[in-house]
């Protein structure tokens, strides 16, 4: 149980363009959803905290028009990267929790290169 | 948010017990001690969670002082697929931080054969 899903797993694209990333609860539903990137060699870095129906929390620093983020039912939330640069490659991940629980599961990643 | 401290690097030979220590001085009161395993280019699988004293599942050990101001995650008998970044994190579901993770550096673990 407690499976989450991000498609897709791999993208490549070019400078300029959107990309949309999308991150599933697959036996749960998920009232709260993260989503992170990664870095070569370094840690995750939490980007903003989705909750299902509401806008989502963006972390200091994180520029929410250019990482749009949608939770539109308890099993998907999606991140759309915007105007894509160079600079915005990097492994996203998204986790997800149910209810109160504190555990969270997290999703395989998203490589993102863009060229 | 409680802030973790652990090794950034441990190394160690197939078949031996890794012990890997975080330090947690401020947790609060009602925060869980949680550990994730993360492998290149992979989401971070769950390992163990603990509160207090000693927790052991399958696949590791979590020592707990009374304190609480520090954790030990416990692999016997490590493998080489046992190599991976080892995260260290506190929080819980009373937390004011709405239930967000907030990952330190980790502990990368080599093992050699």
């Known amino acids: 149980g407690a499976v989450v899903s991000q498609h897709p797993s791999r993208v490549i694209c070019k400078s300029g363009t959107s990309v949309k990333i999308e991150c599933r609860s697959l036996d749960f539903q998920a009232t709260t959803m993260f989503w992170y990137r990664q870095f070569p060699k370094k840690s995750l870095m939490l980007m903003a905290t989705s909750n299902e129906g509401s806008k989502a929390t963006y972390e200091q620093g994180v520029e929410k028009d250019k990482f749009l983020i949608n939770h539109a039912s308890l099993t998907l939330s999606t991140l759309t990267v915007t105007s894509a640069h160079p600079e915005d490659s990097s492994f996203y991940i998204c986790s997800a929790r149910s209810g109160g629980a504190y555990e969270q599961y997290f999703g395989p990643g998203t490589r993102l290169t863009v060229t | 948010l409680a802030k973790t401290t652990q090794p950034i690097s441990m190394d160690s030979y197939e078949g031996q017990e890794v012990n890997i220590t975080c330090s947690h001085n401020n947790i609060a009161t009602n925060d869980y001690i949680t550990w994730y395993q993360q492998f290149p280019s992979q989401g971070p699988r769950f390992i163990i969670q603990?509160?207090?004293t000693k927790v052991t599942n399958e696949v590791a050990s979590l020592f707990i002082p009374a304190d609480r101001k520090s954790s030990t995650l416990s692999l016997p008998r490590v493998s080489l697929s046992d190599t991976a970044v080892y995260y260290c994190?506190?929080?819980?579901?009373?937390?004011?931080?709405?239930?967000?993770?907030?990952f330190g550096q980790g502990t990368t673990l080599q093992v050699k054969p």
């Open positions: 603990g509160y207090k």
């Open positions: 994190l506190t929080g819980g579901p009373s937390s004011s931080n709405t239930g967000k993770l907030i």
